[in-house]
């Protein structure tokens, strides 16, 4: 327990000095250097608490000595911390995420994440919040890494697909294994498509290529989230724009599917942004509130470093994951909330308000009527 206090404290440290770089860099290799014991020595029971260390280290900047933490995390997964993959998703995220060149320095990067992801999907008894971590991290490596992750494509969609053609009684988790499809369909339409053409599914051999778009399809209106609907507009959108002449075969079938599709997305999306504005209003009376809660915590811990409270220390370990998950603010994972999942907060490029999908949309249908006429008219027949 006074392992657990002293870190929950640190992490209350950290929280407070955060975005004051010259601190950050003063006690950066100490926090780091204690992670990497704890790691090295396999001390499970302030697990936990490490990786929040480690994502507050990596939250607004990566310096090279905490690069050198990224295959001791691998390390310790592959050792004995495959259970907390789920607590190392936040600092993995921050990796891919905050400093990309760096990231993409060492192709070993790539891979390291990709083995992480496999390992958890392909073991049938991690359960659905696992796995679907597993989906939404090789999702932001696609959307971050775009033409660089080419040539791991084929085999991270080959790896979400078979996740899906087995028995997936979890809804999350089929849902983020077709997401990380829709993402490479953003980034690289005509190299997926043509690895989704080469693929079948077992047992009957049937392509899996028409039988992903129709499932992508009627689940349009099953969407959550302003991210999800967002890429899959995106997705859909950067399909239909390569298209040269009449519909491919693979989309024939569910044309009629497809204007319907984009009706449930926007009209989803629509929803999503209303109630994160509203949630983002409220949201910042409730960061007005802990940041006088965090002061007054401060003062009672510069009075009494010594005095060690089982309340207060769950107080601040809980607020220093959320301040140390990189996530955003709204921490809301109540499954019945149609607008609100946990997995939405992990950011990517595509979660930028510089990538407008209405605007995207509408520059692929005058594309359209411009140069394929004919496609044009069947995906704006339905509306006539």
Known sequence: MTAIGLLSSLQTLLVAVQNNPHIMEIIEQDCGNLCAVILQHGVLDVYEEAFVILSQLTLNSISPFMWQLFPLLYQCFCDDGFDYFVDMVPAVHNFITIDPPAFLSNPANMQTVY????????????????????????????????????QLLPRIIKTVLERVTKTVKMKLCRSMCLQVVIAALYVNPIGVIEVLEKLTMPPTGEPVCSQFFSQWFKQADCVRGVHNRKIGILGLVSVLGRCAGP??????????????????????LEKAYQTKASVDSEDDAVEEAEEEDLEIEEDELESDEDDYDEDDAAYVENLAKMAGSHLGDDDSDDEDDDEDIELDLYDTPVDSDDIDEYAEFKSMLLGLQANNGELYAVLTSSLA
């Open 247 to 268: 519909l491919p075969a693979y989309l024939a079938a569910c044309a009629h599917e497809i204007v319907p599709a984009f009706l449930a997305l926007f009209s989803g």
């Open 115 to 150: 083995d992480m992801c496999t390992k958890i999907l392909e073991n049938e008894n991690c359960g659905e919040d696992a796995q679907s971590h597993a989906c939404k991290v090789l999702e932001v490596m696609v959307l971050q890494c775009k033409d660089t992750v080419s």
